[in-house]
């Protein structure tokens, strides 16, 4: 009987270490090589057309409020996105990070776009500023 709880515990512990290191947040080098890769696929294409329609369509005024609310801060950035399979924003990283680049992460975080090829899809959009 106790081999059999360690047995349990072990699986347990497994378990948990394996969803903890998904949810660690990307590196942005990884971020940027994964977007790279999708670029490089026929269905990355695809859908990075899509996405360069999809996304002012969404976030435009989202954009607008922000710069509005952000002050002088308008340095371009770009704006690092992974995708769940349904479009769901899982993660936002920011290069640089700024006041404009934060406040449109926040509502990224709550936002969804049409599905992406694969799971845990990386997609990037530079937002270049005047």
């Given at each position: ?64 409020q922000c710069k509005q609310s952000t002050g002088d ?58």
């Open positions: 009987m106790p081999i059999r709880i360690f047995s349990i515990l072990v699986v347990l512990l497994c378990s948990l270490a394996i969803a903890c290191a998904e949810d660690k947040p990307t590196s942005l080098s990884d971020a940027r090589a994964a977007v790279e890769a999708n670029l490089r696929t026929p269905e990355g294409k695809a859908y990075e057309d899509k996405m360069g329609k999809e996304f002012p369509d969404k976030y435009l005024g989202t954009m607008r801060d308008l340095r371009s950035f770009w704006m690092l996105m992974k995708l769940a399979q349904d479009g769901a924003v899982n993660e936002v990283l920011l290069y640089p990070s700024t006041k404009l680049g934060m406040c449109m992460r926040e509502a990224l975080l709550k936002g969804r776009f049409s599905p992406p090829p694969h799971p845990a899809y990386w997609e990037s959009v530079y937002m270049k500023l005047k």
